[in-house]
């Protein structure tokens, strides 16, 4: 059975960072695509970043496009989402998750597991 188990968020002041981890559980970790999606309150949940199975393909929004970073260490089956210059927008509850291939994939359907989510808050 497959577990992702997100740490890292908290409360932080605009401007400084937070690096969020995400522990895998399960199946071969190498093997699987994985992404980072946030939701804030009453908005949908939105696709932050996404990395392929070996880490040489990424995606990031536009709108985190500079400041975050994805990153993936597959010896220890955790992947990161290193996130610099936070500004209040970036508040939401983040969530790690997995899908079914290796291959770099956009699409949140394709997400067949998911964390619990670690919450981030940005003051100004």
């Known amino acids: 059975q497959v577990q992702l188990v997100e740490s890292g968020g908290g409360l932080v002041q605009a401007g400084y960072s937070l690096r969020l981890s995400c522990a895998a559980s399960?199946?071969?970790?190498?093997?699987?695509?994985m992404a980072w999606f946030r939701q804030a309150p009453g908005k949908e949940r939105d696709l932050v970043a996404a990395?392929?199975?070996?880490?040489?393909?990424?995606y990031y929004a536009d709108s985190v496009k500079g400041r975050f970073t994805i990153s993936r260490d597959n010896t220890k089956n955790t992947l990161y989402l290193q996130m610099n210059s936070l500004k209040p927008e970036d508040t939401a509850v983040y969530y790690c998750?997995?899908?079914?291939?290796?291959?770099?994939?956009?699409?949140?359907?394709?997400?067949?597991?998911w964390g619990q989510g670690t919450q981030v808050t940005v003051s100004s």
């Open positions: 998750a997995r899908t079914a291939g290796g291959g770099l994939n956009l699409r949140p359907a394709a997400y067949t597991y």
């Open positions: 399960g199946r071969a970790f190498i093997d699987y695509a």
């Open positions: 990395i392929n199975w070996s880490g040489g393909s990424t």
